[in-house]
């Protein structure tokens, strides 16, 4: 009797247990920072977004693209906000292509510039991120120095 209840509770009791345990690293980009911010839209999700500034008024927006739809987006304008200070617009080199299920690190993709005179390490502004269709990609992100992970960030391109 003892067993049957033992197995029992087991077979009941297992799938809770073990209903926690996942890959959680699956989320993520193949590439992605660990740091920074986060977002999840319809069309995109974006890791590890940051705005490293060089501390003589340049900065530049990373972090990593995956555009989940079946079909091509792209990123065609962006804008930052701090408190205090008006939208300003985000300088793309160019439309920054984003491929169905395909990370794009914004390291690797036209330089997303900004103006960073008046931004503070360790503050957050908020971006803005056009993509087709419409669709805004808006978040909370960081402003980091050109140092420790980002020590390597090419601010100017």
């Known amino acids: 009797m003892t067993r049957r209840i033992l197995l029992v509770t087991s077979l009941l009791l297992g799938p809770v247990l073990l209903s926690g345990c996942s890959d959680a690293a699956s989320d993520a980009a193949p590439g992605a920072v660990a740091i920074g911010t986060n977002a999840r839209t319809e069309q995109l999700d974006a890791f590890g977004f940051a705005i490293v500034v060089d501390g003589e008024g340049q900065g530049r927006v990373v972090g990593t693209l995956l555009n989940t739809e079946r079909k091509p987006h792209a990123v065609t304008g962006a804008a930052i906000k701090s408190d205090g200070a008006p939208v300003r617009a985000a300088v793309l080199a160019d439309v920054i292509r984003l491929p169905p299920r395909t990370p794009v690190d914004l390291l690797e993709a036209p330089l997303v510039s900004v ?30 120095a050109r140092s420790g992970p980002y020590a390597d960030v090419d601010v100017l391109g």
Request: without cysteine.
């Open 115 to 144: 103006p960073a005179g008046d931004l503070s390490v360790g503050s957050f502004v908020e971006l803005t991120l056009d993509v087709t269709d419409g669709e805004l990609v808006e978040m909370l992100v960081p402003v980091e």
